[in-house]
């Protein structure tokens, strides 16, 4: 009897992990599910190295920016912003740049880079006068 119950207990522990390892890989299915590739905003970009890893330049924003959606950070009047890229705009489309912001008073968008339109900044400091033209890819516009 008492082995009986060992058994028992065995088999209702396997078979009680089935649904959890299921219920687990559908989990990490839907967050992966959740990334989006949105429309570029242009087909080049001005960066400082192949890798646009270097800072441009340095700008101080001139207005509030509210991010449309997850390509943008959001930027406040007065913020440092630390510019990596600009787009090379198309015929009769917006000019935007690629950055990130630094400060106190914002400190839940610190570090992550995102686009804005340019005309919210003013560029203060250049850090890089050669400049690299690199043609976009589809993650330089990817959401998560």
Known sequence: MEFEL?????????SMSYPLV?????????????????DK???????????????????????????????????????????YSKLIPEEGAGVFWSG??????????MGIIGYFPATVVKETHTFVEDTVKITTADLD???D
Do not use: W
């Not at 990130?100 to 968008?109: E, I, M, P, T």
């Open 100 to 109: 990130s912001v630094y400060s106190d008073r914002y400190v839940d968008q």
């Open 22 to 38: 299921i219920l687990l890989c559908v989990g990490l299915l839907h967050q992966t599910a959740r990334a989006v590739l949105m």
């Open 141 to 143: 516009f990817y959401c």
């Open 41 to 83: 905003l242009a087909d080049n970009k001005i960066c400082g190295d192949a890798e646009c890893s270097y800072v441009l330049s340095m700008a101080t924003a001139l207005d509030d920016f509210i991010a449309p959606d997850c390509r943008f950070i959001n930027i406040k009047k007065g913020q440092i912003v630390y510019v």
């Open 6 to 14: 060992h058994s028992l207990g065995s088999a209702l522990s396997v």
